[in-house]
């Protein structure tokens, strides 16, 4: 893990998001990025951002970054500007500096799209080019920021992609890995395809040393159930697919990944199947 973005818009929540992203580099030894977008429309200049908003911006910037790059382990914070859809400009952002992770926050919306960060946090998710943390800002850092993931399985091939990132994620913070069996269907041939899944992962992440435990669950909501089991573990960390085939089987197609990450009062990484 090389490199770090987080989308920034001066909110609560920002710094929030920016302090676990400074927190995750220094485990990492990855570098840190800071892309803010401006996303108003004005006719007469459409592709580059007012000089004077960008002074402003920068000088907002200037005051801000200082005290979060005297605790970076690595280099400084690189910051960007940038002019269009925030959803886009981030993901521009994430592919011009190779990111491995972008970072954003999920509430912090104004009526004038003065803080943008919440209102497109689902937008950033599914039009990175790479995984997504999405943060609350009512979520506490801890110390060791990641110990334990969860990580829902559900019966589509597409689920089993989470894995190595996950494994990956486990690896360099030292955490333990729970993959969760969460069955809402009497179909055995779901129900077979699902504990095989969940096989697979506990074999994995045992030839791999990673700490884990498997559970498997009945219920009917997934959603809070998933984030129930999160919260009652202690979780730092909840991975999810945000885009899979739309069959009866997958639990986090569109409407299921957006509840969990605006829910979830825990972290969410959100993986898209290209991504990994």
Not at 46 to 74: A, C, G, M, W, Y
Not at 223 to 235: G, H, L, M, R
């Amino acid at each position: 893990m090389k490199q770090l973005l987080v989308a920034f818009d001066f909110s609560k929540n920002a710094l929030k998001t920016l302090e676990y992203a400074l927190q995750v580099a220094n485990k990492t030894g990855a570098s840190l990025n800071l892309v803010w977008v401006d996303s108003s429309s004005t006719p007469d200049n459409v592709l580059n951002i007012d000089q004077e908003l960008r002074i402003e911006t920068r000088k907002l910037l200037d005051e801000i970054i200082p005290s979060f790059e005297e605790r970076l382990h690595n280099g400084r914070i690189n910051t960007m500007l940038r002019k269009g859809k925030v959803y886009q400009e981030v993901a521009n952002a994430a592919r011009l500096v190779e990111a491995d992770i972008v970072f954003a926050g999920t509430h912090g919306v104004s009526g004038f799209e003065q803080f943008w960060i919440g209102s497109n946090a689902y937008r950033i998710v599914t039009g990175s080019p790479c995984p997504v943390v999405t943060l609350r800002g009512d979520y506490e850092i801890k110390p060791d920021v990641i110990k334990r993931i969860v990580l829902p399985l559900d019966s589509t091939p597409e689920t089993r992609q989470k894995l190595p990132y996950a494994a990956k994620i486990a690896s360099l913070f030292g955490a333990e890995v729970l993959p969760l069996l969460i069955y809402n269907t009497p179909l055995n041939v779901i129900r077979r395809r699902m504990r095989s899944y969940g096989d697979e992962a506990v074999k994995c992440l045992s030839e791999k040393n990673i700490p884990h435990r498997l559970t498997e669950i009945e219920a009917d909501q997934l959603v809070s159930t998933i984030i129930e089991f999160a919260k009652n573990e202690n979780a730092d960390l909840i991975s999810i697919m945000t885009e899979q085939s739309s069959t009866s089987g997958s639990m986090f197609l569109g409407p299921y990944a957006q509840q969990i990450i605006n829910y979830s009062v825990i972290p969410v990484l959100s993986i898209q199947s290209q991504t990994v």
